[in-house]
């Protein structure tokens, strides 16, 4: 199975948690929230994720790897500015 993660772009609700890093990499209970999301896809049986990133998508790119700790294939995608669903399924 193949899965697609958008990452959050800044909010305009919560300007200071993305202050020193992306909202994807704030981290909630140890770790950063994709995390979370990679390792419950990961658990649904995903092989292969892709994140498309919109903010500081270097950062995302380090902090995730290649997905091993996972055991997915993970690619992170920079972004201009966050897609909709729609414009990322395309």
Do not use: Y
Not at 41 to 64: H, N, W, Y
Request: charged residues 20%.
């Amino acid at each position: 199975m193949k899965a697609l993660l958008i990452c959050p772009a800044i909010r305009p609700a919560v300007p200071q948690l993305a202050e020193d890093c992306p909202l994807a990499l704030v981290p909630i209970l140890g770790e950063c929230i994709v995390s979370h999301w990679i390792e419950h896809l990961a658990v649904l049986g995903a092989r292969e994720v892709q994140v498309i990133a919109a903010d500081r998508a270097d950062q995302v790119r380090t902090a995730l790897g290649d997905g091993a700790r996972w055991g997915v294939k993970l690619e992170v995608i920079a972004a201009n500015v966050e897609p909709t669903p729609a414009e990322a399924f395309r």
